[in-house]
């Protein structure tokens, strides 16, 4: 939108809502306006998240097929990245599995 349009836009509001409810209703629009955008804004981390799980994922089957040797250098990243990620949970599983039961008396 131009400066212009939004100057006409403006002027209906003013004359259609009258200069009560216009500040209202340009609060109102405006919420909206931000709850759109961070509704899309993390839709759209969440398709960036998924398309980097599905490039790791068909990275690591390339490197399966090249038996884990030899292999291009972003698809031995990817096989690191996922090894660290493997090793963080297990080592979260780990800390859970070894902590002493609680005692219920």
């Known amino acids: ?43 759209k981390a969440e398709v960036n998240e998924e398309l980097r799980v599905h490039e790791l994922h068909s990275n690591l089957k390339k490197a399966e097929q090249q038996d884990m040797s030899n ?14 990620a493997a090793q963080s949970v297990r080592h979260s599983y780990q800390d859970k599995s070894a902590a002493p039961p609680s005692k219920k008396d």
């Open 1 to 43: 939108m131009g400066m212009w349009e939004l100057v006409v836009v403006l002027i209906v509001g003013l004359i259609v809502l009258g200069p009560e409810r216009l500040p209202v209703a340009i609060r109102t629009v405006s919420r909206w306006i931000k709850t759109l955008k961070s509704i899309a804004n993390s839709v």
């Open 71 to 84: 292999l291009a250098p972003e698809l031995q990243e990817s096989v690191d990245e996922l090894k660290k």
